[in-house]
C-alpha cells in the first residue's frame, strides 16, 4: 500500500537488528567476534607460555649448566639462583605474551575482524 507506514516494532526487533557503529556489523556478530578473539587469544598465549618455559630452561641450562630450578627441587638451589631464574622467566614470559598477542591481533584483524572494542587501542596503537 502507498503511504502506508510500517508496523511497529517491539524492542527486542529493535535491539536485535542494531549494529556496530564501527563497521556495521551486528551485535550478535560482535559476540561472536568477541568469543572468537577470546579463544583466538587463549590459545595464543597458552602457546606462548609453553615455548617460553622451554626457552627458559634451555637457556638456563646453557648458561649455568644445571636444570632450570623446579618446584621440588628450590631447596637444592641458592636464593641468587631462584631469584635471578624467576627474574628472566618472568622478562621472557612477558615478553613472548605481548609479541605473539601482538602477532595474533594483527592477524586476527588482517581478515576484517576487530580483536578489540568498547575504547580499547586499534592495532595501529599497539606497533608503535
Known sequence: ???????PQSRGARRRRR???RNGATM??????????K???????????IVAEKVVAAGWKAVTG???PKKDQLLTYRLGDVVAFAVASGAVLSL???LTLRRAAKWY???G??????????IGALEA
Not at 39 to 49: E, F, I, M, Q, Y
Not at 113 to 122: E, Q, V
Open 1 to 7: 500500500m502507498i503511504g502506508a507506514e510500517a508496523p
Open 19 to 21: 549494529t556496530n557503529r
Open 28 to 37: 550478535t556478530d560482535s559476540k561472536q567476534n568477541d568469543f572468537a578473539w
Open 39 to 49: 579463544a583466538t587469544s587463549a590459545l595464543t598465549l597458552l602457546a606462548s607460555g
Open 66 to 68: 644445571r636444570p632450570a
Open 96 to 98: 613472548t605474551s605481548q
Open 109 to 111: 584483524s588482517d581478515r
Open 113 to 122: 575482524l576487530a580483536p578489540f572494542t568498547d575504547g580499547a587501542p586499534a
